[in-house]
């Protein structure tokens, strides 16, 4: 029997249909596999290592006691929205109204797929950077749109700004904007941020963010792009509580948005998941309250990792990129006679006991090629996971 269907532009979006129909299994499923397989230090996926602060986590068994349990409201509960609006002001300075502007999801894949899938009608274009999200390209291809790309260029991973304007026409239904930005660590700024903007407003495009590492940045600031005069109104802006507060397995996330902009993400997400994570929604408005010192103290701490594991992958041999900002930094495994970094991270377990992914998962065609050597490390681990990594990383034969 053959089956038909969306699936199959999904899996083609995401680059994982084969030329014979058959899936493959994402790279991130396929080196977790090898992780547990191999008994390898596993710094492919991005999922810390140590639980989050006592306090939401308190909040979420106090929740599970009190019998929070059921479904929660389809917009999420008041005092989340609330949560929300209140950290919106606190750092970035923005008013919103709670029970119109804000919506709770499962997580920002949820809401990324429901906002795609809300706004785009068959051969609308969606602008994403290259490297990208997997979910981005499913998404977008499921829903009929057709996803154009512009490369983010190493070893600063910026754009160039005339091949953004080059490639956003007016049949650009959305701008993407992924910052702090997975996988490369580059934190966009000021100058890339309004030009996104200032080509929205000429083409009339909706801009969806992505800004699930924004508290996560190492000296540059993360700059919100809907605090950018003549964003607000155009703009879908999207976040969770995964990264924050080490609690990625809760899938709590939320968009923000003016209120028809909801509504329509809205009429999608309710057929999606309905609602999610009951008791886990005063945990994260539990945790959006937590005093200032913990916001930077997380950013401060998670610098310190990545010092550690970058200065472990340059004395493996390693080319290191800089990481401003999330749970990465990429590395060119070609000094260590690598071309292909799929080869090397299907054979690092064997040689080093790590597993690491190839940029390649993010990427296609022409971008693909020519950054063929470059792998991602994940460093929200443990001190001493990471230091372990370090040691057998310098045993690669070079």
């Not at 304007?165 to 941020?193: F, K, Q």
């Not at 020519?370 to 045993?395: G, H, N, P, Q, W």
Request: hydrophobic residues 45%; contains cysteine.
């Amino acid at each position: 029997m053959t089956i038909t269907g969306g699936w199959r532009r999904a899996a083609t979006g995401a680059g994982l249909l084969g030329a014979d129909g058959s899936v493959r299994p994402t790279i991130f499923a396929e080196m977790s596999a090898l992780a547990s397989r191999t008994g390898a230090i596993n710094l492919g996926q991005g999922f810390p290592d140590e639980d989050g602060p006592a306090a939401v986590l308190e909040a979420a068994v106090a929740a599970i006691r009190d019998g929070e349990n059921q479904y929660p409201p389809g917009m999420g509960i008041p005092d989340l929205r609330l949560a929300v609006a209140e950290h919106q002001k606190r750092f970035y300075g923005m008013e919103l109204d709670p029970d119109r502007e804000v919506l709770i999801t499962a997580g920002a894949t949820e809401a990324i797929a429901a906002t795609l899938l809300a706004l785009l009608e068959p051969g609308d274009e969606v602008v994403t950077f290259e490297p990208y999200y997997d979910e981005y390209g499913a998404v977008i291809s499921l829903a009929g749109g057709v996803h154009r790309t512009v490369p983010l260029e190493p070893p600063a991973f910026r754009p160039d700004l005339d091949r953004l304007r080059e490639t956003v026409t007016d049949r650009t239904r959305a701008i993407l904007v992924n910052t702090p930005h997975n996988p490369t660590g580059s934190v966009l700024d000021r100058e890339t941020l309004t030009a996104i903007v200032e080509l929205a407003e000429r083409h009339d495009a909706v801009i969806v963010t992505d800004s699930v590492y924004e508290h996560l940045t190492f000296g540059p600031e993360h700059i919100p792009i809907e605090t950018l005069p003549g964003a607000r109104e155009r703009t879908i802006a999207i976040s969770s509580g995964g990264k924050t507060f080490n609690t990625t397995g809760w899938k709590i996330g939320w968009l923000t948005a003016p209120p028809e902009f909801v509504t329509a993400v809205l009429a999608v997400k309710q057929f999606l998941t309905y609602v999610n994570g009951a008791p886990f929604q005063p945990a994260i408005a539990a945790g959006l309250r937590l005093p200032d010192a913990y916001f930077t103290g997380i950013a401060e701490a998670l610098a310190h990792k990545r010092d550690v594991l970058s200065a472990g992958l340059a004395a493996a041999g390693f080319g290191v990129f800089p990481s401003d900002g999330t749970y990465f930094v990429v590395a060119d495994a070609a000094p260590l006679g690598f071309p292909e970094g799929v080869e090397l991270c299907r054979r690092l377990p064997e040689l080093a006991g790590v597993v690491a992914v190839p940029l390649g998962a993010f990427s296609r065609g022409e971008y693909a090629a020519r950054t063929a050597s470059l792998v991602r490390f994940a460093f929200c681990k443990r001190i001493d996971v990471l230091e372990e990594a370090a040691l057998r990383l310098a045993a690669l034969p070079r």
